[in-house]
């Protein structure tokens, strides 16, 4: 029997998800199976209710993508009531998306995914004077002085004196695939906690625009902040230069930080730029419309689906088309009306519960069985990857100049071919690409609302549509969304007024999903096979891997009953068995 090895959780922050690896007589992994542990079921609670309303309760399936399921829900309203939004509107939507991707891309970098490359504790042993020569000679960074590393140094230590590691806790430190020196650790470790501090202005833009932060207030037909400057609670000049100086403060950390780091640390790990890939599918719905904001053609990332690595062949999906896109059911603990084996488009989806699995806690999945609370989306019955890599791959093959130009760069500085980008080191470098090139776009759009603001444009709601009373008696819409994660789209079925069905297809729906109908694994699933671990009990190489997909597991699956209510905790500590 081969050697089971249970991960369980296995993200950093949030829990809810469950890798089991079988590993083969040389320790790597010859098979893995990715299970969803809570059961989802937010489409029910939409059920009956105001379509209007609908994005105040989906921005409430995650904390941390606070803006995503708005947008795709307020995109899926419109697009099934045929609303236009006014040009204004669509730059400042275009601004609070940038934002998120910017704020959510470093705090994976730093919070979510670092730890599983930079050991803290050796950062200890550190010569801070090394630290500084290191630090000066990839950015200009202010704070790169050998005092101020020192200071850092000792903080450090006093957490690891206290003999709780409080936010370093949950790691593998001392692991032998721990590979920088204790100078980079030094590095990363300080701009971890400046990454902690930096993240209260960046957002300043959702607090403006949408009235606080976290969860910020949305409304069908453009935004809820109108634009008046001579106004106290519009959009005007001293607003406006908050959201000038965020942006540049943004655009000083992405240079200066994010970037560097990550190439500082890449060279060290370069033998990830040959594991972790998986499928060598990618799907996006696209992102940051144009003035017609249904005009995929307008869209800064492409609406693509790539198959099997031919970026030259680039495929635009039809999120309407209901023999393409589907979820199944198979390996889900979920039961379909016409049989586990028909695969469904969202706007026919189902929700419906049938947990058949052992009780928690079990030693294994019955992965013969169904195993997970995620559905298994197909498009064409392929699994597909979602996410950065999907997002920069699109771009890059329709000719977007900075993403070339970028990606190119990467891979020399790292002396690595293109074919390093279908890996967990492309895809963490990926989302490093896409953050430099949607943080400049950012003072485009600012730009271009200032003139847009100059040239009297100051509409930002289209009411035309907004009153039931001018609505079809039926009208269904999709609502797209390219959340920091990936694909993220919202399928809404309008009858007499109300939501007659809501599905909700997540990025990490996609990527975590259990084998399908026909037996093909996820993104998570495909993507570990072949990867060799130096130390079973201590799978730090699993981590990498997954995480580099930033799994978003409350989006994907919730613990709900009929009437709202918890049914229970789960533990956030990392808790590892091999059987």
């Given at each position: 029997?081969?050697?089971?090895?249970?991960?369980?959780?296995?993200?950093?922050?949030?829990?809810?998800?469950?890798?089991?690896?079988?590993?083969?007589?040389?320790?790597?992994?010859?098979?893995?199976?990715?299970?969803?542990?809570?059961?989802?079921?937010?489409?029910?609670?939409?059920?009956?209710?105001?379509?209007?309303?609908?994005?105040?309760?989906?921005?409430?399936?995650?904390?941390?993508?606070?803006?995503?399921?708005?947008?795709?829900?307020?995109?899926?309203?419109?697009?099934?009531?045929?609303?236009?939004?006014?040009?204004?509107?669509?730059?400042?939507?275009?601004?609070?998306?940038?934002?998120?991707?910017?704020?959510?891309?470093?705090?994976?970098?730093?919070?979510?995914?670092?730890?599983?490359?930079?050991?803290?504790?050796?950062?200890?042993?550190?010569?801070?004077?090394?630290?500084?020569?290191?630090?000066?000679?990839?950015?200009?960074?202010?704070?790169?002085?050998?005092?101020?590393?020192?200071?850092?140094?000792?903080?450090?230590?006093?957490?690891?004196?206290?003999?709780?590691?409080?936010?370093?806790?949950?790691?593998?430190?001392?692991?032998?695939?721990?590979?920088?020196?204790?100078?980079?650790?030094?590095?990363?470790?300080?701009?971890?906690?400046?990454?902690?501090?930096?993240?209260?202005?960046?957002?300043?833009?959702?607090?403006?625009?949408?009235?606080?932060?976290?969860?910020?207030?949305?409304?069908?037909?453009?935004?809820?902040?109108?634009?008046?400057?001579?106004?106290?609670?519009?959009?005007?000049?001293?607003?406006?230069?908050?959201?000038?100086?965020?942006?540049?403060?943004?655009?000083?950390?992405?240079?200066?930080?994010?970037?560097?780091?990550?190439?500082?640390?890449?060279?060290?790990?370069?033998?990830?730029?040959?594991?972790?890939?998986?499928?060598?599918?990618?799907?996006?719905?696209?992102?940051?419309?144009?003035?017609?904001?249904?005009?995929?053609?307008?869209?800064?990332?492409?609406?693509?689906?790539?198959?099997?690595?031919?970026?030259?062949?680039?495929?635009?999906?039809?999120?309407?088309?209901?023999?393409?896109?589907?979820?199944?059911?198979?390996?889900?603990?979920?039961?379909?009306?016409?049989?586990?084996g028909v695969g469904l488009h969202p706007w026919e989806g189902e929700t419906k519960f049938n947990f058949t699995g052992p009780q928690p806690p079990y030693e294994q999945l019955e992965v013969e069985q169904k195993y997970s609370w995620l559905k298994a989306p197909r498009w064409n019955e392929a699994?597909?990857?979602?996410?950065?890599?999907?997002?920069?791959?699109?771009?890059?093959?329709?000719?977007?100049?900075?993403?070339?130009?970028?990606?190119?760069?990467?891979?020399?500085?790292?002396?690595?071919?293109?074919?390093?980008?279908?890996?967990?080191?492309?895809?963490?470098?990926?989302?490093?690409?896409?953050?430099?090139?949607?943080?400049?776009?950012?003072?485009?759009?600012?730009?271009?609302?200032?003139?847009?603001?100059?040239?009297?444009?100051?509409?930002?709601?289209?009411?035309?549509?907004?009153?039931?009373?001018?609505?079809?008696?039926?009208?269904?819409?999709?609502?797209?969304?390219?959340?920091?994660?990936?694909?993220?789209?919202?399928?809404?079925?309008?009858?007499?007024?109300?939501?007659?069905?809501?599905?909700?297809?997540?990025?990490?729906?996609?990527?975590?999903?259990?084998?399908?109908?026909?037996?093909?694994?996820?993104?998570?699933?495909a993507s570990l096979v072949g990867t060799p671990l130096a130390k079973p009990e201590w799978p730090l190489e699993i981590l990498r891997t997954i995480h580099s997909f930033d799994p978003c597991m409350a989006c994907a699956i919730h613990m709900i009953d009929a009437e709202g209510n918890d049914l229970?905790?789960?533990?956030?500590?990392?808790?590892?068995?091999?059987?």
């Open positions: 029997m081969a050697q089971r090895l249970v991960v369980d959780p296995i993200t950093r922050i949030e829990g809810h998800l469950r890798i089991e690896a079988e590993l083969d007589a040389s320790n790597k992994i010859a098979k893995a199976y990715s299970s969803g542990t809570m059961v989802r079921g937010i489409e029910l609670i939409l059920q009956g209710r105001d379509p209007r309303d609908a994005w105040a309760y989906t921005q409430r399936a995650c904390g941390v993508c606070t803006t995503v399921h708005s947008f795709a829900s307020i995109r899926s309203v419109e697009d099934a009531l045929d609303i236009k939004i006014p040009k204004a509107a669509n730059l400042i939507r275009n601004l609070m998306i940038a934002q998120q991707y910017v704020h959510d891309h470093v705090m994976h970098f730093y919070h979510l995914h670092a730890l599983d490359w930079v050991d803290v504790v050796s950062a200890l042993k550190a010569d801070p004077a090394e630290t500084s020569r290191i630090q000066q000679s990839i950015s200009a960074w202010r704070n790169s002085s050998p005092g101020y590393f020192a200071d850092v140094q000792r903080k450090v230590q006093a957490i690891v004196d206290s003999g709780q590691l409080s936010l370093f806790a949950n790691a593998y430190w001392g692991h032998p695939a721990y590979k920088l020196p204790p100078e980079v650790n030094l590095l990363a470790t300080a701009h971890y906690l400046e990454a902690l501090d930096w993240q209260s202005h960046v957002t300043k833009i959702h607090t403006i625009f949408g009235g606080k932060n976290p969860h910020p207030n949305f409304v069908v037909g453009g935004v809820p902040m109108p634009i008046d400057p001579n106004s106290d609670t519009a959009l005007n000049a001293e607003r406006l230069s908050i959201i000038k100086d965020s942006i540049a403060r943004m655009i000083e950390f992405v240079d200066q930080v994010y970037i560097p780091d990550l190439l500082a640390i890449a060279p060290y790990y370069l033998d990830y730029a040959a594991l972790g890939e998986g499928l060598g599918n990618f799907l996006t719905w696209g992102e940051f419309p144009g003035t017609d904001n249904s005009d995929t053609s307008q869209f800064l990332v492409p609406r693509a689906v790539i198959m099997g690595r031919d970026l030259g062949n680039l495929i635009e999906p039809d999120p309407n088309d209901f023999n393409l896109m589907k979820e199944f059911v198979a390996h889900s603990w979920y039961d379909y009306s016409k049989g586990d699994p597909m990857e979602v996410g950065p890599l999907a997002r920069v791959l699109a771009m890059y093959a329709t000719g977007h100049e900075q993403t070339q130009e970028l990606t190119n760069y990467v891979l020399k500085t790292l002396g690595a071919p293109i074919e390093a980008v279908f890996s967990t080191l492309g895809r963490t470098a990926a989302r490093g690409i896409e953050t430099k090139i949607f943080v400049d776009a950012m003072m485009g759009y600012f730009n271009e609302l200032i003139d847009t603001i100059k040239a009297g444009d100051t509409k930002t709601f289209a009411g035309d549509k907004w009153e039931p009373v001018t609505w079809p008696k039926q009208a269904k819409g999709f609502g797209y969304m390219e959340a920091p994660r990936g694909a993220l789209g919202h399928w809404i079925v309008i009858n007499d007024q109300k939501i007659e069905n809501y599905q909700m297809v997540v990025p990490t729906t996609w990527n975590a999903s259990p084998r399908d109908h026909n037996g093909l694994p996820g993104a998570y699933e229970g905790e789960v533990a956030t500590g990392l808790n590892v068995c091999v059987s």
